[in-house]
């Protein structure tokens, strides 16, 4: 079992960058696929980003491609998103999940583990 908290989320102005990290719970966080989702009001969650257990396949979708990177520290038990020239359109909640095993996943019903969410506010 792992549990999952995110930190880094915050109040940005459009076009800044914010770095979201999620810590895990636990001495087993390599042998979990990671991934980072978000839910707009209103809006259903949606997979931003995907990583491997070692770091070495990652995915994205297409609303995030060349802006949001997906990285992972196995030392540190973290999983980061680095989010560049933020729109008011990403403002949403924040969330990162855990699959024990396989490679990567994109929906969220794949994911056996959720952190609390953190709120990511893009002003214009």
């Known amino acids: 079992q792992v549990q999952l908290v995110e930190s880094g989320g915050g109040l940005v102005q459009a076009g800044d960058s914010l770095r979201l990290s999620c810590a895990a719970s636990?001495?087993?966080?390599?042998?979990?696929?990671m991934g980072w989702f978000r839910q707009a009001p209103g809006k259903e969650r949606d997979i931003l980003a995907a990583?491997?257990?070692?770091?070495?396949?990652?995915y994205y979708a297409d609303s995030v491609k060349g802006r949001f990177t997906i990285s992972r520290d196995n030392a540190k038990n973290t999983v980061y998103l680095q989010m560049n020239s933020l729109k008011p359109e990403d403002t949403a909640v924040y969330y990162c999940?855990?699959?024990?095993?396989?490679?990567?996943?994109?929906?969220?019903?794949?994911?056996?583990?959720w952190g609390q969410g953190t709120q990511v506010t893009v002003s214009s």
């Open positions: 636990g001495r087993t966080f390599s042998t979990y696929a």
């Open positions: 999940a855990a699959r024990s095993g396989g490679a990567y996943y994109t929906k969220g019903e794949d994911y056996n583990y």
């Open positions: 990583i491997s257990r070692s770091g070495g396949i990652t």
